[in-house]
Every structure is written in structure tokens, then in C-alpha cells.
């Protein structure tokens, strides 16, 4: 497994960007405990997976514009499961409950 370096000056780019982050909130009970620093690696390479699923036209078929306009309802919102729902063609709990399987076929379609 390679070694997690932190990148040089991270928390002093993050200060500078306080506060334009908007405040999210949502149901997270699903993903508790699924990224912890024993066990980080593994779940970056699944959301990567998830992301490359939902933007491929063999997967979910999501575009830039819909991203756009999850992050613009966001920004309204605060509430991410709600504007994924709406911008994603799927709710994060079926998304979760059902990711292995998606993940799965999608591979399977593109080899």
C-alpha cells in the first residue's frame, strides 16, 4: 500500500477558502466509519470508481451540467442527499445500498 504524504501547504490553501465551502447536511448514516485513516486508501479508489460511473455515458450517463447543478442546489439547499437525488438520476441510498452491483456491471460493459 503506498504511503499517504500530506501535501505541502494544504492547511494554509484551506484557511484561505473558509467559509465559501457551503454548510452540508443530510442523512451520512450509512457511510459512518467508512473513511478512517487505517482505512483510507481503499475508499478514495471507491469514490473515484463511483464518480467515473456516474460521468461515463456507459454508467449513469451524467454530464458536467448535472454535477453544476448539484453543487448550485447545494449551495442553496445545504442538503446534499436531496440535491444529489435530484441531479444524479438516483438517491445516495440507492447509490450506496446498490454500488458493488452498479460498479460491477459497468465494468463488465466496458471490457
Do not use: Y
Not at 477558502?17 to 442523512?27: N, R, T, W
Not at 435530484?86 to 460491477?104: C, E, I, T, Y
Amino acid at each position: 500500500m503506498p504511503e499517504l504524504r500530506p501535501i505541502p501547504g494544504w492547511e494554509e490553501r484551506l484557511r484561505r477558502h473558509e467559509g465559501c465551502f457551503p454548510q452540508v447536511s443530510g442523512d451520512f448514516s450509512g457511510f459512518t466509519g467508512l473513511v478512517t485513516q487505517e482505512k483510507l486508501v481503499r475508499p478514495l479508489r471507491t469514490i473515484g470508481l463511483a464518480l467515473d460511473f456516474l460521468l461515463d455515458p456507459a454508467g449513469a450517463n451524467r454530464c458536467g451540467a448535472d454535477v453544476k447543478a448539484l453543487l448550485q442546489e447545494l449551495a442553496i439547499t445545504h442538503d446534499f442527499t436531496t440535491a444529489f437525488a435530484n441531479n444524479m438520476g438516483m438517491s445516495v441510498k440507492v447509490l450506496h445500498d446498490n454500488l458493488r452491483d452498479l460498479l460491477a456491471a459497468w465494468l463488465e460493459r466496458r471490457t
